[in-house]
């Protein structure tokens, strides 16, 4: 029996002793499915027969289990129907779509008979959760055995899966079979399907796909009874149907594609890593000619910041309607500009390190998953296509002379997405991102929050406990947690291990407030006590507490950086010189004081202008009263 607290794996006398001394113990569940799937190509149903065996590691003694069925939300009336009806702004490939599809043309999946322990038991469709009471408790440390048979439609309806896309692939197969759900520390996570997010149980797959001989798959995993080319199974000339047989290991869900037009690529890398490209060759797709070489190049930077990728295979395949990840597969559409195809096929791929090796409850921690996954892929993008950024915005009248002081510096990538969280910021729409993925206002709100947001959060980390630290951080996370669970408080107490800093204040308000950065330069004045220095009073106009930097310009073309911390780090980033003549350490800012006093040990006149966040550490919400001009060269 296995049991995991920290990282660290404990079995048999070991556990005893050591949960004595384990300040906290962290457990997860284990699966193993094993599933035959007969695909009718011709009515677009599938036959399945499932045998799942269930291990509880948890101390919990469990009454009863729940699946999903996820196909259940292309019907009429169903809860995604209603939430794409009702929102304010529905889904733009929803919309009321679901409403008027007819009944050869719904998703659904129909469970027919569940074993439990070799007896027949009764069990309760709930839109797309299946209740299942057991008549015989799971006790922990049980492993058990479920055996399901159930019959499933491909819906027409194109979310992530579906038949026959917009671009002609005729099935992409995710959220297709009864998932069973995540049970953990805060209980089961039956959470309906409305339209995004998920959340699975460790474990491993075998599965079995039949079908009609003309049809080519790609999928979770790795082809079993491949022949030699290494990409279709062993055929049987005289059969009108072949089985491919996959197996995957340690991953939290399974995934397939099909298509008869499929040219599958096959590309072994020089860390043996096998990357497949799986398309409809021709014009549209003209680009996934070039894409092995740059994904090539996407690997190797990935493993080196990021952490390795430790799956022996990874297929990138034309299907579904946008992107989306899966374990060792991604979806994407493929009629795209080279630019487009390279960055969803670097977001899906690095969802390969946030959410499939670090398995988030992505509807909880959706900004972890979107944005973490985000962050990497601007950072990526920008290693791809370096690009310079936007002009400078807001520039005072009077200060034209001064332009060059708001300009970012000009490799930063992550300017527009500082900007593009400012806007959402400063509207109407933000909400607290510690929000249920499905429960967010408005779609926008959704969008914005994880994806932009999200980055953000990981952006400002290197200017709390510096850049190196992070990219420390997140690689000694990434191998810490792999095949687990994390939380948010799990992440943030990896980041204090390495940079010895307090950062809950910042979970606190990022992830749970809404509240906003905003700091201006209030006033200057010459001190009376006959030394040279002059004082300067900072102002925290909004909420949120930050540490920060201000530079000092002076006439004669010195600069100089003091870098102001929070008294509740109890801590700061390491300070580099850099671009400045010197830099030097203040006073912490207890964040209860709205106001902040810094002397400078020069004389009024000498001083050409102070600037708040010279190095855009941070997502300031009004840039334009970060400088004060004190001597203009006009």
């Known amino acids: 029996m296995k049991y995991w607290t920290k990282g660290v794996l404990f079995t048999g006398a070991m556990w005893m002793g050591a949960v004595l001394h384990a300040q906290h113990c962290y457990w997860q569940q284990e699966v193993r499915y094993e599933m035959d799937i007969d695909m009718n190509v011709h009515t677009h149903q599938y036959d399945g027969h499932q045998r799942l065996w269930y291990i509880n590691h948890s101390p919990d003694t469990l009454h009863q289990v729940f699946y999903h069925l996820y196909f259940n939300a292309f019907r009429k009336g169903s809860m995604m129907d209603m939430r794409n009806r009702t929102i304010a702004d529905p889904h733009p490939k929803i919309g009321d779509k679901i409403r008027y599809i007819t009944a050869g043309e719904e998703g ?4 027919e008979r569940l074993r439990y322990r ?17 008549p015989e408790p799971i006790l922990p440390g049980d492993t058990v055995l479920l055996e399901m048979k159930y019959r499933a439609q491909v819906p027409i309806q194109i979310r992530r899966s579906g038949r026959y896309n917009s671009e002609g692939i005729a099935y992409t197969m995710t959220q297709w079979y009864p998932k069973l759900c995540e049970y953990d520390e805060h209980g089961w996570h039956p959470t309906p399907y409305v339209g995004r997010e998920f959340y699975g149980v460790w474990g491993d797959f075998t ?93 190797d930077y990935a493993n080196a910041k990021y952490g390795k990728y430790p799956y022996p295979i990874y297929t990138f395949a034309q299907g579904g309607d946008g992107g989306m990840e899966y374990p060792m597969i991604t979806m994407i559409t493929g009629h795209r500009s080279l630019e487009s195809l390279v960055g969803v096929s670097v977001h899906e791929l690095m969802h390969s390190w946030y959410q499939g090796v670090l ?53 930063n990538p992550f300017v527009k997405v500082l ?68 939380t948010d408080e799990d992440f943030i107490r990896t980041m204090e291990k390495v940079s010895g800093i307090q950062l809950d204040w910042y979970l606190e308000y990022w992830i749970h ?50 870098h102001i911390p929070l008294r509740i780090m109890f801590g700061h ?37 102070i600037i708040i966040d010279p190095l855009y550490k941070m997502a300031d919400v009004r840039r334009n009263n970060n400088v004060l001009i004190v001597n203009s060269e006009n």
């Open 513 to 562: 407030r809404t509240s906003k950065i905003d700091y201006a330069i209030d006033s200057l004045w010459q001190e009376r006590d006959g030394q040279a220095a002059t004082a300067v009073r900072l102002v925290r106009v909004e909420e949120m507490p930050f540490p920060i930097d201000v530079e000092l310009r002076l006439i004669d073309g010195r600069r100089y950086l003091y």
């Open 118 to 134: 070799g007896k027949d038991v009764p069990f309760y469709e709930k839109g797309t959760i299946l209740q299942v009471p057991l």
């Open 359 to 411: 398995g988030f409850n992505e509807s909880k921690y959706a900004w972890m998953d979107e944005g973490f996954t985000s962050y990497a892929t601007t950072d990526i993008m920008h290693q791809v296509f370096p690009r310079e950024p936007s002009s400078a915005p807001d520039i005072p009248e009077g200060a034209k002379e001064l332009m060059e002081l708001y300009l970012p510096p000009a490799d």
């Open 207 to 299: 599965v079995r796909i039949t079908i009609d001989t003309a049809f080519k798959i790609v999928a979770t995993g790795i082809l079993k009874n491949a022949d030699a080319s290494g990409v279709q199974p062993l055929k049987d000339p005289a059969k009108p149907l072949w089985t491919w047989i996959y197996e995957a290991q340690d991953v939290h869900d399974f995934a397939w594609s099909a298509d008869p037009d499929y040219l599958i690529k096959r590309f072994v890398r020089d860390d043996g890593i096998v990357v497949q490209y799986a398309y409809q060759p021709g014009e549209a797709t003209k680009h996934w000619e070039v894409l092995p070489e740059i994904m090539d190049f996407v690997f």
């Open 108 to 111: 659904w999946i129909r469970v």
């Open 419 to 486: 900007d593009r969280y400012i806007e959402y910021a400063n509207s109407p729409y933000e909400e607290a991102l510690c929000r249920h993925a499905d429960h967010f206002r408005t779609n926008y709100a959704y969008g914005m929050g994880s994806y932009i947001k999200g980055q953000v959060f990981l952006y400002q980390l290197g200017g709390i406990i510096g850049e190196a630290q992070r990219d420390r951080g997140l690689r000694k996370f990434f191998y810490e947690w792999q095949f687990k669970h994390p």
């Open 573 to 609: 980033r390491p300070l580099e010189k850099g671009q400045y003549d010197g830099v030097q350490l203040l006073d912490d800012w207890p964040w209860t004081n709205p106001y902040y006093v810094m002397k400078l040990p020069f004389r009024e006149d000498e001083i050409q202008a």
